[in-house]
């Protein structure tokens, strides 16, 4: 093969070049991504049942739905909540599995759900979307318009433009609709004899669309509509709700009918002024930079429609930080270029010789597009982070085949011959450091998980490369090197000096060299502390699911008591807004109140850009928390989101789960844990979602006494929903646009409790019965929410770590505080990116498992008769490993999904070290006695090693140098890489030789070989 090529120049130029262009055509067809396409996780089904208290949400809607999904396969967990009025069941997926086929089959298993009530509204099965998952937001303000008029302006017009761009698969509004208002007067119904099932009576009677008939008169045809629905407010408001005796009462004599918003209490503002904001989700499949321009385009378009004077601005958008992502990447791959051509001529002494390994990157990278093109991935954070360190892996090859081409010239051979011979003596090696390269991915492929996915195209583009540069290096390098060394090796004044210095140090490596390997319990000694060492720091490193980023935005939620309103939330919002003000790294921010609960507010702080800041998100996350928890009347919680796939915005959650025991018994055992975990100073604050606080006026009915009465129970339930919980009626038209119509007591809010009592209901002779007569009331203190986890009884504590505070310790402390504490009827279990952390540890045991048993096959077919050799080169294992853990735990950094691909990439790379030396040994140790053949082999192999070693630590240094979007990911990986190749490779250096050395002639011992025994004696 070598011949063929050496012989055929024009063959091999025209294939690489023609590498070279399909690369570059396959380039401008791959999207840009800021992380690999994953599989949407979570599937949600969301109820609405007006009036129903949370218990009765629990067993007669949530309980009912869980038990159609909870057989689902590819079901990770399931969690629900059961709320007044509202029930949320979130069906969690395996990473894995294909989320739409699962999408269809929780639709039809909600379809044929058995016992919900009748007169609630059907299920929504959708994917579930938080309100901080989002790819761009909108606010949009008007001092002329209101913002329920701002919201119908969006939703009615700009929603649906927006939604047409293909590759938009969501816009919300975060607002209040206009809703049609029917809100009544207690006093006056009282006064008229009228209660408020007789309004909801004469509502269906009066206004009910008719269904279509058709008249057939010969060979006419007529379509039949009766106009039987109302269309207009003012007749609306004029519906007769009573007559007889020579009187009537209208709707307008007892309530107040107008077009306002349907929550009035949702505020929304952006800088000072109000605003109602558009977010945007994106679908996974699409390229976000290009969406982003038809986007605002879109908006740019739309402005010269907006009515009156609405103007809307970008208040937070992913494509910053994608863009900043990336261009820092490319930034990163320019200069490591440079630094790996600085390298090779330092290594060399001659500029024109450096092209020839050199050209081995933009040949690999060509072939990375290909394959990156035929796997169906992209240009992402990580794919770039691979190619990134592909420049200094690709030339690895080329260095190994040049090098050895040009010690066969320095030492007199004609260049023909030594290119020839010398390709030939290297192809076996080549090979053998390519496939062991390759082989320490083959585990990322196959483990599933999130590791899977997210790493898939990375592994993809790193031993992809590889493969191809070893490709490259044994057809192109050969044929260059004949064509350019073919008058010889020249070099300058400079090279010959840098020829020279480099000279001396091989003689010096070999000096030292050759007395450590003389003293056995030295090197023994050397290898038990590495072992001793990685064993060591293994146990004492961080642990997380990935390192804390820098986004360009916070996220603040804030909660006021459970029994709070959104008016009450209004009336501390501008204490928030004094506070955000003081931060100077925050831009801009908006704020929406009454979302996603009533007494609950989200806001979205968009900092400044990167290079105008110095402090990152964590920094500002820190100086809020401590401002924001002296501000009275509201508990807010600022958020650092994660750009990660899998990575929740909120770092730990732990669940507890029962049988046995009842929700008071959870709430008790929760809080004692709260107290721990606050004590153990991991958490920057930890809560829990179950609490008594809600109050709850309970009416208990004497059903005996409303029965002689004549007042049904029926009736109370109808008229207590329609006067206090805002209740859906019916829709209306106008001028085309149908809107909600919701019956509401006009004084309710402001009514004492009390007054419950005086509630009037008509009982069966057509009196209006107070509700005291019938019916006793007690105040008590009830859950907010009632939650599950996977169909068990359940409470949720979540929290934000402290700084430095890794996700493994706060893991810890839960763990011990949960076996000091539960009785035995208890569970625990972690869901969120806690639950992410624990798959992910799994995965990263297995991939590692995976891949020493691979290489350890890979080693075996390599050198099957040769036991030693074998023994020797898996000594590789705990020195790197030792590199990687010790770099973790003296810097304080975590083993998270980086580096552990990191790890992985290490062990190719040292690998590779130990294959070219223990190759040359094997071919020396035929013609020499042991100890000359390994010091020969290990002189031969220094400048390979150093040229590729150094190519790869300092191309590695841009990534430890990263700014910027994206920045901790790069830091992680360039980090483990310099360290752990310097360490890596001055250990393998010296302790390779030394233990192969006494390997073998252990090996001549115990086989009593004398004439082995002979051959390996130390020299005298």
């Known amino acids: 093969m070598v011949t063929y090529f050496l012989n055929r120049p024009a063959v091999v130029f025209s294939s690489m070049l023609l590498l070279v262009v399909l690369g570059l055509l396959a380039a401008t067809k791959l999207p840009f991504t800021l992380f690999p396409q994953l599989n949407n996780s979570a599937i949600s089904v969301t109820s609405y049942y007006p009036g129903a208290s949370a218990d009765v949400m629990d067993s007669r809607v949530t309980s009912a739905l869980e038990e159609q999904v909870i057989s689902i396969d590819g079901v990770d967990y399931i969690t629900a909540q059961s709320a007044n009025s509202f029930s949320a069941i979130t069906i969690n997926l395996k990473a894995e599995?294909?989320?739409?086929?699962?999408?269809?089959?929780?639709?039809?298993?909600?379809?044929?759900?058995?016992?919900?009530?009748?007169?609630?509204?059907?299920?929504?099965?959708?994917?579930?979307?938080?309100?901080?998952?989002?790819?761009?937001?909108?606010?949009?303000?008007?001092?002329?318009?209101?913002?329920?008029?701002?919201?119908?302006?969006?939703?009615?017009?700009?929603?649906?433009?927006?939604?047409?761009?293909?590759?938009?698969?969501?816009?919300?509004?975060?607002?209040?609709p206009f809703a049609l208002k029917i809100m009544l007067d207690n006093d006056a119904m009282a006064a008229l004899d009228v209660d408020a099932q007789d309004v909801l009576s004469a509502l269906r009677e009066q206004n009910s669309p008719a269904t279509s008939g058709y008249l057939r008169n010969g060979t006419n045809r007529y379509v039949i509509e009766a106009m039987t629905d109302i269309n207009d407010v003012d007749d609306f408001s004029r519906i007769k709700i009573k007559a007889g005796n020579g009187s009537e009462v209208r709707l307008d004599q007892i309530a107040n009918v107008s077009f306002t918003a349907k929550n009035e209490m949702i505020l929304s503002r952006y800088q000072g002024k109000n605003a109602t904001v558009l977010t945007l989700k994106l679908n996974q499949d699409v390229n976000p930079l290009e969406i982003e321009g038809k986007i605002k385009s879109a908006l740019a378009e739309a402005q010269k429609r907006y009515p009156y004077d609405l103007q809307g601005e970008i208040i937070a958008d992913s494509f910053k930080f994608i863009r900043a992502s990336l261009w820092e990447v490319a930034h990163t791959i320019t200069l490591s270029l440079v630094i790996v051509f600085f390298v090779l001529y330092l290594c060399t002494g001659t500029v024109n010789t450096v092209f020839v390994p050199l050209v081995t990157i933009p040949i690999s990278i060509c072939g990375i597009f290909l394959l990156l093109h035929w796997s169906n991935s992209s240009f992402n954070s990580l794919t770039l982070l691979a190619i990134v360190l592909a420049i200094g892996i690709v030339v690895d090859d080329a260095i190994v085949v040049y090098e050895n081409i040009l010690r066969r010239i320095e030492e007199g051979e004609d260049v023909i011959s030594a290119v020839e011979y010398g390709t030939r003596e290297i192809v076996k090696p080549i090979i053998g450091i390519t496939l062991s390269f390759v082989t320490v991915y083959l585990p990322v492929l196959f483990i599933g998980g999130i590791v899977e996915q997210l790493f898939t195209p990375f592994a993809i583009t790193l031993a992809g490369s590889v493969l191809i540069s070893g490709a490259v290096s044994l057809i192109l390098t050969p044929t260059m090197c004949r064509t350019l060394l073919k008058n010889g090796i020249k070099r300058g004044g400079l090279g010959k000096f840098l020829e020279h210095k480099f000279e001396m140090l091989r003689l010096t490596y070999n000096s030292l060299l050759a007395r450590y390997m003389r003293n056995v319990w030295v090197a023994t000694a050397t290898y038990c502390c590495i072992v001793f060492g990685c064993i060591y720091s293994v146990q004492l490193v961080k642990q997380e699911l990935a390192p804390k980023d820098d986004p360009d935005f916070l996220i603040v939620i804030g909660k006021a008591a459970p029994a709070a309103s959104t008016s009450y939330v209004n009336q501390h919002i501008d204490k928030f807004e004094k506070i955000v003000d003081t931060v100077a790294s925050v831009e801009n921010y908006n704020y929406v109140t009454g979302i996603p609960g009533e007494n609950q507010m989200i806001s979205f702080l968009r900092l400044k850009d990167w290079s105008q800041r110095a402090e990152t998100a964590y920094d500002v996350q820190g100086e809020l928390f401590y401002k924001l928890s002296e501000l009275p009347g509201l508990r807010m919680i600022p958020i650092v989101p994660s750009y990660l796939p899998g990575a929740s915005n909120i770092p730990f959650q732990a669940v507890i789960t029962t049988v046995e025991a009842n929700y008071t018994d959870l709430y008790d055992l929760s809080n004692t844990l709260l107290m721990n975990l606050r004590r153990s100073g991991n958490f920057a604050y930890v809560i829990q979602d179950l609490k008594y606080n809600i109050p709850y006026i309970q009416i208990n009915i004497d059903r005996d006494r409303a029965a002689q009465v004549g007042v049904s129970p029926d009736r109370i339930a109808t008229v207590i929903s329609l006067l206090y919980s805002s209740s859906y009626v019916q829709k209306i038209g106008v001028n085309g646009r149908t809107y909600d119509v919701i019956i509401h007591n006009e004084n309710s809010i402001y009514k004492q409790m009390d007054e419950v009592a005086e509630i009037k209901v008509r009982n069966n002779l057509g009196e209006l019965i107070p509700l005291s007569s019938v019916a006793t009331f007690d105040i008590q203190a009830r859950p907010q929410t009632l939650n599950k986890f996977n169909a068990q009884k359940a409470v949720v504590i979540s929290g934000e770590l402290s700084h430095n505070t890794a996700l493994s310790a706060a893991i810890d402390t839960f763990d011990k505080a949960f076996a000091a504490n539960n009785d035995g009827r208890f569970q625990s279990d972690y869901s969120g990116a806690s639950r992410s952390f624990f798959q992910q540890q799994q995965q990263a045991i297995l991939t590692l498992i995976l891949a020493v048993i691979l290489i350890t096959f890979l080693l075996i077919i390599l050198y099957g008769r040769s036991l030693e050799a074998l023994l020797v080169v898996l000594t590789v294992f705990p020195i790197t490993l030792s590199g990687a853990f010790g770099y973790l735990y003296l810097s304080e950094n975590s083993l998270n999904i980086f580096s552990q691909i990191a790890i992985l990439t290490l062990l190719g790379l040292i690998l590779k070290h130990a294959i070219l030396i223990m190759n040359l040994v094997l071919i020396y140790i035929k013609e020499k006695p042991l100890y000359e053949a390994v010091l020969q082999a290990a002189g031969d192999r220094f400048r390979a090693i150093i040229m590729t070693t150094f190519s790869m630590v300092l191309g590695a240094i841009p990534l430890c140098m990263a700014t910027g979007a994206g920045a901790a990911y790069r830091l992680q990986v360039g980090w483990m890489i310099l360290y752990g190749m310097i360490f890596a490779t001055v250990v393998i250096?010296?302790?390779?030789?030394?233990?192969?050395?006494?390997a073998f002639k252990l090996s001549a011992l115990l086989k009593k070989d004398q004439k082995g025994i002979s051959a390996h004696a130390l020299p005298k």
Do not use: C, W
């Open 97 to 176: 599995v294909n989320n739409r086929d699962v999408l269809v089959e929780v639709i039809e298993k909600v379809k044929s759900a058995q016992g919900l009530p009748g007169n609630m509204e059907p299920p929504v099965v959708q994917f579930a979307q938080s309100e901080d998952d989002l790819d761009m937001a909108i606010a949009f303000s008007s001092e002329q318009m209101s913002r329920s008029q701002t919201y119908e302006y969006l939703s009615r017009v700009m929603k649906p433009m927006l939604e047409s761009i293909e590759g938009i698969a969501v816009a919300k509004t975060l607002g209040s």
């Open 989 to 998: 250096m010296f302790l390779l030789p030394a233990v192969t050395y006494h």
